[in-house]
């Protein structure tokens, strides 16, 4: 190789050159909102993904990581906000890892939020829900009835007390908070009252977080310990706790021990029940969202008294005791049997005598389960962000399911839905009705609704409506 053409390939070394550095600062427009509630845009035919931007936006941004198909960055400069910015609320939104929406009109998440789900539906499916309905919504603030606190007994340099509070943004590390606005206003000092409380416990380093639930007249906290706390600390949480009216347990392993003298039955309400609860079991997070979702169930799936109803993922019965009161017969299936006890629990305390309740590990094979070849007509699904493929598949193999008519699929992950919506597709089902529904304002958690009915069904329905109305398009 001659010297000159070496020269055209030379080697560079130190820092970039102010060129190369400036095309790292660049004016971007915003078009879209990601899943994970990114402000999306386009720089030289490559995707962008920009933290805190809107879809309208032009904003100047830098490039913080490079990829082979898109690169994230941060904003410098807003240059042209977008209608829907707003001022947010939290005093701890720049660091929290919580809540990482407040800054975009509710209105308008719910909004990037449907349209994001719906795209995914296109995308993967290859269709569109036949109609898409008004989303559930709720206050955005004071909304939450359970959260995860954390603690950390090295010192904050601070303060120098003990650090209590939620994740830092994009970090493990915990952030010391002093007010959380998403949870009930009436323990909205409690944060401050944990830290004064286990700085004076002499093996505070034997919690290691604590459970936060709230029922309809009292709510509890559950502190994770690693050994055993001395009778004068108990009595020292037990008193704080009273305060804020809420029972304290501690948790040793799968030992749940009570410590406030108060052991009245923790329950929340919804459709006239009572469902009760013990610390650590699964509540949906928020009870209005809840309310409305049972009551939208209820009404998609058209029940009727002879209808026999399959409810997988059951838990205490959230879906299941409402539904039984409609039918001729309900089944719930779930993999604790903890929950399964809770449930025939609640469906006892209800006067409720329609109902039947098994365990069975709903991720794994299910084989020669009795409520497998149950002659069900109609089906709720309610699975965790993992989805049920398999369960799927292992359900649609035997012959009673080609009598189910309607399927209720409650979506924690737009990602799950999509597949296995593709899969219902594909054994003769398609999205009747769909909504998305915000469990948690403020966050870029999507959970949704979908109402599977068979093909046939809905060939029907397409065929009235085109009757009243060529033009109306159904499917996208």
Not at 182 to 192: A, K, R
Not at 360 to 367: C, I, K, N, P, Y
Not at 424 to 430: A, C, K, M, P
């Amino acid at each position: 190789m001659s010297r000159n053409n070496q020269s055209h390939h030379s080697i560079q070394f130190g820092r970039p050159s102010k060129k190369s550095a400036a095309l790292s600062e660049f004016v971007l427009a915003i078009d879209n909102l990601s899943i994970e509630g990114s402000g999306v845009g386009k720089h030289l035919g490559k995707t962008v993904f920009v933290e805190g931007a809107i879809p309208g936006e032009e904003v100047q941004v830098k490039i913080d990581k490079t990829h082979k198909s898109y690169d994230q960055a941060s904003i410098i400069n807003i240059e042209k906000p977008s209608a829907h910015r707003i001022e947010p609320a939290c005093e701890h939104y720049q660091q929290c890892g919580g809540c990482q929406l407040q800054h975009i009109e509710v209105g308008a998440q719910l909004a990037y939020k449907e349209q994001a789900v719906l795209s995914l539906l296109k995308k993967t499916v290859k269709a569109q829900p036949i109609a898409t309905i008004a989303p559930l919504t709720s206050a955005p603030l004071h909304y939450r009835r359970s959260a995860r606190i954390g603690i950390n007994q090295r010192k904050s340099t601070d303060t120098n007390q003990s650090i209590v509070g939620f994740r830092r943004r994009f970090s493990n590390k915990l952030l010391q908070v002093s007010k959380c606005i998403v949870l009930p206003e009436h323990i909205s000092g409690l944060f401050d009252q944990l830290r004064e409380s286990i700085d004076q416990i002499e093996n505070a380093k034997s919690i290691t977080h604590i459970e936060y639930q709230q029922g309809e007249e009292q709510g509890a906290l559950t502190f994770r310990c690693k050994s055993i706390l001395k009778n004068e600390d108990i009595q020292a949480l037990a008193q704080m706790l009273s305060t804020f009216n809420l029972q304290g347990f501690l948790r040793y392993d799968d030992k749940l021990v009570a410590i406030s003298a108060d052991k009245s039955p923790l329950y929340y309400s919804v459709d006239a029940l009572k469902i009760a609860f013990q610390p650590g079991d699964f509540l949906q997070v928020n009870q209005d969202i809840n309310t409305q979702m049972i009551s939208r169930a209820i009404d998609w799936l058209a029940l009727t008294t002879t209808d026999k109803v399959l409810d997988l993922f059951s838990g205490l019965g959230n879906f299941s005791l409402p539904i039984a009161k409609r039918v001729q017969q309900l089944i719930g299936v779930e993999g604790s049997e903890d929950m399964v006890q809770r449930a025939n629990d609640n469906a006892h305390l209800n006067q409720i005598d329609n109902c039947q309740f098994f365990q069975a590990d709903l991720a794994s094979t299910v084989e020669n389960q009795p409520w497998l070849n149950a002659n069900v007509n109609k089906l709720i699904l309610d699975p965790p962000r993992s989805g049920a493929s398999e369960l799927i598949s292992n359900l649609f193999a035997t012959e009673q399911s080609s009598n189910i008519s309607h399927i209720l699929y409650v979506a924690c992950d737009p990602s799950s839905l999509a597949r296995d919506a593709k899969q219902l597709y594909q054994l003769g089902y398609q999205i009747e009705k769909f909504c998305v529904m915000d469990m948690f304002p403020n966050t870029t958690h999507i959970e949704s609704m979908a109402l599977f009915t068979k093909a046939t069904v809905i060939k029907t329905k397409k065929t009235a409506v085109k009757t009243k109305s060529k033009k109306k398009k159904l499917f996208a």
